[in-house]
């Protein structure tokens, strides 16, 4: 009766409700260190895949579906639209495909490198303006020595 009511409802059979995802991700047995690119999101560098780890999940994503596991080697299972945490859904499909680890080094090293010409200016605009507060009468001991 339980069958006959499911299929007049079209709900699936005990049988039909497990959905076997046959899905392989081609990942080298032991992963190169994940880099974290925005916070609780890291990604792994230098594979094919979009793998990403993800509150202690492995996530890839590939042809507009999302698979996790918790092992990279095995066990990956689909993982509905709304189920993908928000942080990773928002990300470009793509962007992080055959990525470089590197390209995230230099863009650090690039903004270390704008953060300290950034203070180098700002201590000199300081250093001129205590100059220029000086020439007015007043400085510090108006140079007959400290």
Not at 37 to 43: E, F, R, T
């Amino acid at each position: 009766i339980a069958l006959a009511l499911a299929a007049f409802l079209g709900l699936p059979s005990p049988g039909q409700a497990q959905v076997s995802v046959d899905f392989h991700v081609d990942l080298p047995v032991v992963l190169p260190r994940p880099v974290v690119v925005q916070p609780g999101v890291q990604v792994v560098p230098d594979v094919r895949e979009e793998v990403y780890v993800y509150n202690g999940w492995y996530y890839a994503r590939r042809d507009g579906a999302w698979y996790r596991s918790r092992d990279h080697r095995r066990g990956w299972v689909g993982v509905p639209g709304p189920r993908v945490p928000a942080r990773l859904a928002s990300i470009p499909p793509g962007h992080y495909r055959n990525w470089k680890a590197e390209h995230e080094r230099e863009k650090a090293e690039r903004r270390a490198e704008r953060h300290h010409e950034k203070e180098v200016r700002r201590e000199e605009r300081e250093d001129r303006r205590e100059e220029r507060h000086d020439e007015h009468g007043h400085g510090h001991g108006h140079g007959h020595g400290d």
